[in-house]
């Protein structure tokens, strides 16, 4: 049992998968990579409401959200590495937000969750959980305490949705996961921070119409 993941604040679900695994799938910053075997998922649902409080451009209700999450994700984290710590384990956080710039992290947090059988990795190339669609966010934290009873892997659910596809307004979004072209959608959403719109790197069109593609 990880005894330690029953501290975090029942809201959160969990996972972990092997660093070596999320390093062959995706990459590790060399600050992180310091032999710690497991990496621990952690996923934060945002509030359904907010969706509603915008249709073509952000709100400010939703930056709000957006940051009030990103904060409760690394107190959660730091509360959790702290009683990683005090029983004798390493561990490091890997920050919830863009971390080495605009378009990179430390570590892909969608990787990890996916890896961690949290969802699966959709045409937007977001993390898509069964529970709460692409409406999450996610933070990562790296310990060598010895962690058991994996999840199991969710299969790629996608096929015959296009909603994400429709919805981006600069057609960053492809049927394929690896395609998306993250340079179409910063370039949007820096955009959106020079017209005033919002302060934050956010659009959240293709968070909002995702159902997990549910009917
Ligand atoms: S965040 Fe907006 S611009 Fe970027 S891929 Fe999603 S819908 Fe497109
Ligand atoms: S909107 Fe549809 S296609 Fe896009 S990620 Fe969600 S389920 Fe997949």
Redesign the pocket.
């Known amino acids: 049992m990880n005894h330690f993941l029953s501290l975090i604040d029942d809201a959160f679900f969990t996972g972990f998968c092997a660093v070596e695994d999320l390093k062959k799938h995706s990459f590790l910053h060399p600050e992180l990579d310091l032999g710690l075997k497991f990496a621990v998922s952690l996923a934060y649902p945002l509030n359904q409401a907010v969706f509603q409080s915008f249709d073509k451009y952000p709100s400010l209700i939703y930056q709000n959200h957006y940051r009030a999450v990103n904060i409760k994700l690394e107190q959660e984290a730091l509360k959790l590495s702290r009683s990683l710590e005090n029983a004798g384990y390493r561990a490091l956080i890997a920050p919830a937000s863009c971390s080495l710039d605009p378009l990179h992290g430390h570590l892909s947090h969608r990787m990890a969750a996916m890896l961690s059988g949290l969802g ?1 990795i ?5 993390l ?1 959980t069964p529970e709460y ?2 409406k999450i966010r996610l933070i990562t934290l790296l310990t060598d305490y010895p962690m058991t009873e994996p999840r199991p892997p969710i299969e ?10 429709e ?1 981006c307004p600069v057609k960053a ?1 492809s ?1 394929d ?1 690896r395609s998306i072209n993250r340079e179409k959608c910063y370039k949007y959403l820096k955009s959106l921070i020079k017209r005033n719109i919002v302060q934050e790197l956010i659009c959240g069109l ?1 968070i909002k ?6 009917a």
């Open positions: 699966w959709g045409k937007s190339a977001l898509i669609a692409a790629f659910a996608c096929c015959g949705c296009d909603r994400c596809i919805i979004i049927h996961p293709c119409v995702c159902q997990a593609n549910a």
